[in-house]
């Protein structure tokens, strides 16, 4: 329960149902993480230390708040090792190696999914329930557990849970799956809880003002170097702050007066250079991916035509995913599409049903 009043709703539907429940809210980092700040109590949605915030005091106590209106007990979990190693560290490292990170996916990944399963079975519980936008249903040809889009379109978060594991989606429910976020809202308002018309959270929970360099900066004690901005010539135009501060399709920011738009195509490690270029270079056709899950089935034994996604607010494309190995594979789109960003995650779908996804590592 982060405080929000999604996972308020979701506990109340499991009430209704008939479950034992108890509220758990995740402490997933200290004031010193984040430049001083005061401690904060979250969940892996993501916002920090303002009025959309989901990372605060006062959402600890609006998620003891509806846990108290329900009947139902409520604590508060310190996972801070556990997320400072397997979330923020990941994060810092995709930065450093010039990709772009995802740090939900990981949380979801390591954190809701597996290092909270493991206590809830410790405590006695079988089941974690979230305020996610998404459904699960076994499949009674194959046995296995599916991940399927949420019934309400424009809040589905399936995307963010590609990498739930046959194990873990037996014991996860999604109750929202089925519902609006207008008649979440309505379900809570209904039932008087505090956060009924709470905004929802949003960026990253650990870094409070969105400036992603300089909260790495601020964490490792590291300063990277200024270099140089150049374009697909190797002509000079400008200077960058530091590597860590760029991703590609970036245009803000760039401090370059070009006399046209310009955008973030690459980054170089090795020579410490941003390269810049027009919106038209920015389109690939295929891309490489590994750490990959494959939710509806064990492999991909033959090439498949699916619909991809390789962010999270992306309309989906037309392509073909072939696994080039074992944890590896590889997606040609149709139509070549804009800004495929290594970090990031690509997932893919038939129909409703996610197939699986991977880390985007590379494109062509």
């Not at 995709?94 to 405590?123: M, S, V």
Request: proline letters at 3%; aromatic letters at 8%; glycine letters at 10%.
């Amino acid at each position: 329960m982060s405080g929000g009043v999604d996972s308020s709703v979701a506990a109340w539907l499991m009430l209704e149902q008939g479950y034992e429940c108890i509220g758990v809210t995740l402490k997933l980092f200290d004031s010193d993480d984040i430049n001083g700040k005061e401690n904060c109590s979250c969940s892996s949605q993501a916002a920090a230390f303002t009025h959309k915030s989901c990372c605060s005091l006062a959402d600890v106590n609006d998620a003891r708040n509806v846990a108290h209106r329900l009947g139902m007990p409520h604590y508060v979990l310190n996972f801070a090792d556990d997320f400072r190693d397997q979330v923020i560290r990941r994060f810092i490292e995709t930065y450093e190696e010039g990709a772009t990170p995802n740090p939900c996916i990981d949380c979801n990944r390591y954190i809701k999914f597996e290092r909270l399963l493991w206590r809830a079975k410790q405590l006695g519980f079988d089941t974690i329930v979230t305020g996610h936008y998404a459904q699960v249903e076994k499949d009674a040809g194959s046995g296995r557990f599916l991940l399927k889009k949420a019934a309400d379109s424009g809040k589905d978060q399936s995307y963010v849970l590609y990498a739930t594991t046959q194990e873990q989606l037996a014991c996860c429910k999604f109750p929202l799956g089925g519902l609006t976020k207008q008649e979440a809202r309505a379900i809570a308002s209904g039932r008087g809880f505090i956060n009924a018309e709470k905004h929802d959270s949003q960026d990253i929970c650990f870094v409070p003002d969105g400036d992603y360099g300089s909260f790495i900066e601020r964490y490792t004690g590291k300063r990277f170097p200024e270099g140089d901005i150049i374009d697909s010539k190797g002509v000079v135009l400008g200077r960058h702050r530091g590597l860590v501060r760029y991703t590609i399709g970036q245009r803000r920011g760039l401090g370059v007066a070009a006399g046209k738009a310009l955008y973030v195509l690459g980054k170089s490690i090795e020579d410490n250079v941003v390269t810049l270029g027009p919106d038209e270079s920015l389109y690939t056709k295929s891309l490489t991916a590994d750490r990959i899950n494959l939710i509806a089935c064990a492999e991909l034994e033959k090439p498949l035509r699916v619909k991809v996604k390789t962010r999270y607010l992306q309309a989906e494309q037309d392509g073909v995913v072939e696994q080039t190995g074992y944890g590896s594979i590889r997606v040609d789109f149709d139509k070549p599409q804009r800004a495929v960003t290594p970090g990031q995650a690509v997932v893919f779908y038939d129909g409703d049903i996610v197939i699986g996804g991977g880390t985007i590592r590379g494109t062509a």
